[in-house]
């Protein structure tokens, strides 16, 4: 099993940016997806972005493409979300989390498709 800690959340103006991190410790033998949800209040929670377990293909979500980044540092396992340009309505929750379902090289946009969560940060933009 892996287990997953997100960090860097925080409060921020309009037009900001803010990095998240999210390290993962615990052993597996094989490679595996990794994504990024959010979930603001009275809302579901919604895919943001994705990378494949080998690094080579990401997605994002329509609401955040074109302004945040994801990556992966292998070595220091640990997963990153930079996110610029920040708007009000990106204000929520930020979940990371494991692919340990499919091993494959599909990034799915579908809570379904990940099994291991971190414990969330709170990302708030002031307009």
């Known amino acids: 099993q892996v287990q997953l800690r997100e960090s860097g959340g925080g409060w921020v103006q309009a037009g900001d940016s803010l990095k998240l991190s999210c390290t993962a410790s615990g052993r597996t033998s094989k490679k595996y997806g990794m994504g990024w949800f959010r979930q603001a209040p009275g809302k579901e929670r919604e895919f943001v972005s994705g990378?494949?377990?080998?690094?080579?293909?990401?997605r994002y979500s329509n609401s955040v493409k074109g302004r945040f980044t994801i990556s992966r540092d292998v070595v220091k396992n640990t997963l990153y979300l930079q996110m610029n340009n920040l708007k009000p309505e990106d204000t929520a929750v930020y979940y990371c989390?494991?692919?340990?379902?499919?091993?494959?090289?599909?990034?799915?946009?579908?809570?379904?498709?990940?099994?291991?969560w971190g414990q969330g940060t709170q990302v708030t933009v002031a307009s």
């Open positions: 990378i494949n377990r080998f690094d080579k293909t990401t």
């Open positions: 989390a494991a692919d340990l379902v499919y091993f494959d090289d599909y990034i799915r946009p579908s809570q379904s498709a990940y099994n291991s």
